[in-house]
Each structure stands twice: as C-alpha cells, then as structure tokens.
C-alpha cells in the first residue's frame, strides 16, 4: 500500500499482474505459483470482475438498507388537485400553471417526484400529456430538455397550493407588520389570489415597498401594512393543507427487493444518461462532476438520508464506469482476459505495458478535464 501526494483515487496492486503501477522488475522475475499470471485465465477473470461486483452489491445494500429504515415516503399526483406550477424551464416547453400532468411518454405518473426524475425523459421521443381546462393535451418534451435541466439546477415544476401563515420570522417586515402564524393572505393591494406561486409573483414586484394586506384571522378580516424587503420577502414560513403524503414500509425481505431495484434502476439510469451524451443529446461537459463537483452534490448540512443515497448512486455509477472496455480499467482486463480464455493464447508482456499506457493516458486525460472543469464551474458560480 502507499499513499499518494494527490487524491487521485485508489487501486488494488495483485502480485503477478500488468497494471497501472507498471512495475516491470517484479514482471521480469520467474512466475511463482500464487501469482497472478500463474492463474487460468478463468480465475483471473473471476478475480477482475471482482471489484465491480462488490461496488454493485454495496449500492444494492445501501439501496435496500435505506429503504427498511425510512421507507418510502411519496406525494401521490392525485392529490395535486390544483395542478402543477409551471416554472421558468416548463414554461419555455409549454407547460402552464395548473396544468394536471397525466402521463409521460406514456408512462401513467403515480408520485409527484416522478415528474422530477430525469429517467422519465431519456426516451427518444417523449411528449407529456395534461390535463388543462378539462381537456386532455400532449405538450412535447424537446430533447435537450436535460441538459436545460441540468443547466437549471432547480426544480422546473413545483405543488400548486393554498397556504397560511405558519410561522413568523423575528425583525422582518412580517413580524413589524402584525402577520401572525394560522393568517391566511387574502388580497395583495387590493389584488385576489388563491395560490402561493401566484402570491410570489405579487410580492416580488414590490421589492423594497410597503404593501397592503388583507388577512382572515379567527373568521374577520385584518388589514395590515408589511414591508417587503429588496429580495421580495416578508419574512414568514408557509404552510398548507391541501396535500396528503404517503410513507410506504417494507420489511427486511421487502427491502431488500425494492434497494436492489432501485439500485439497479439507479446503473440503467446512467447507462441511458452515457448514452445521451454520446449521441450529442446531452453535453459531456454539464454532465460530468469530478472532486469538486461530488463534494458540492453533498452540500454542506449533514443530512444522513442524502448521504446515503449520493453514496448508493457513486457506488453504482463506479460499478458501470470500471466495468468499460477501457485498458487499465477492470473492464479492459476482462476484455483482454475473455480473448485470452476463447483463444487460449496468452496477450504478451509488450501488448499489456502498451495497452495500459494508452489507458492511462485517456483516464489521466478525462480526470484533468474533470477536474478542470469542476474549478470553471466553480469560479464561474462566484460571478
């Protein structure tokens, strides 16, 4: 073992083996009996899917682990009674406000993350059909509606709700108002509304104004004036009671069927994702993260729940990104190893030292680009 001067990943060194630490002396030696290369191409092969297999099983653990402690926990579409809210992105598709999504690409929506999910919008063609005004209409999903998406870095629909006062935060145009938690906002300067997203809009056009507010209180109307800072808030927390979640347990068994599908799911997804990006529909370079993107995915409150689940994903994703028919990936050993165990011809010392640098090269390429590209991202957020 050793330990590096840069963070840049790991690796297991088997005696006997052409690989990345190219060590040519202890290759020059006589083959001993234990080593590596003394093994049929069987057992190397078995020994080199190795690593793969176990980051496979971990993400199918974590997957399947996070699924018996805290269940799954889901907003069903049906409760969406008032439809979705139609944000910048859904806007420029043709989504509207109050729109009822039914189906996308044909696929029926049961939960209200499934409109979030990107794997519902890696078909080739996808069109989302709505209810809108009591008409059933398909409203086209563009294909570079992911990469939009990823550019976005937010939700593009969000819950079209009623809401109440639920708490009131201390010296902010709220609290100095007279707002109390239970108020329910009625009217914005003489404006009705019904729906939160369309209070927002209200209050953002008045940055830095005071504004008139009309409030049910304990079955009377209350008129208060409330200050609206230069970032468009009062200064409260919202609540509402038009939706009804659903947590679903399962048991250990249960748990381990469900993980392990969601884990699986979890490979397609980037395989689909991989796939994408090779074709040009997706840009290589808003889709990949290296360190510094990682550590950004994690953020920075502590959250047990989404630690485990980015751990989960990583582990998957590294199980595909191994497994590719890459020289000094274990997927360019497999490869060699296979034509080696269908042949029966052993590839020479000279092919494999080749063939590992060529791999190298491409992998210290990819990472410099990466790595590279998450200090651009970086230092483009600051401005």
Known sequence: YGIGWLPLGGYVKIAGMIDESMDKEAMALPPEPWEFRSKPAWQRLIVMLGGVAVNVLLGMLIFSMMVFGYGEKYLPVSELKNGIVALELAQEIGLQNGDKIISIGGNKIEKFRDLLSSEAYLGSEVDFEVNR???????????????????????????????????????????????????????????????FDEFIELTAEHKGETIELNVMRDGQMVNLQVEVDEQGKLGFYYGTNDFEYVTKSYGLGESFVKGSANAWSMLMLNIKGFG??????????????????????YGGVWDWQKFW????????????????????????????????????????????????VIGMVLLFALMTFVIGNDIWNLIRGYF
Request: glycine share 10%.
């Open 133 to 195: 005004d009591g008409q059933n209409i398909l409203v086209p999903v563009p294909p570079d509606f992911l990469v939009r998406l990823s550019k976005a870095k937010a939700r593009f629909v969000d819950k079209r709700q009623t809401f109440y006062v639920k708490s009131i935060i201390p010296n902010m145009g709220a609290d100095k108002g007279g707002l109390i938690a239970e108020d329910v906002i009625k009217e914005l300067n003489g404006t009705k509304f019904q729906f």
């Open 276 to 297: 994408k990006i090779f074709s040009g529909d997706i840009s290589f370079q808003d889709s990949v993260a290296g360190p510094i993107g990682i550590a950004q995915i």
């Open 309 to 356: 689940l980015i751990t989960g994903v990583l582990s998957m994703i590294l199980a595909f990104m191994n497994i590719l028919p890459i020289p000094a990936l274990d997927g360019g050993h497999v490869i060699f190893l296979t034509l080696e165990a269908l042949s029966g011809k052993t590839l020479s010392d000279s092919f494999m030292e080749k063939s590992q």
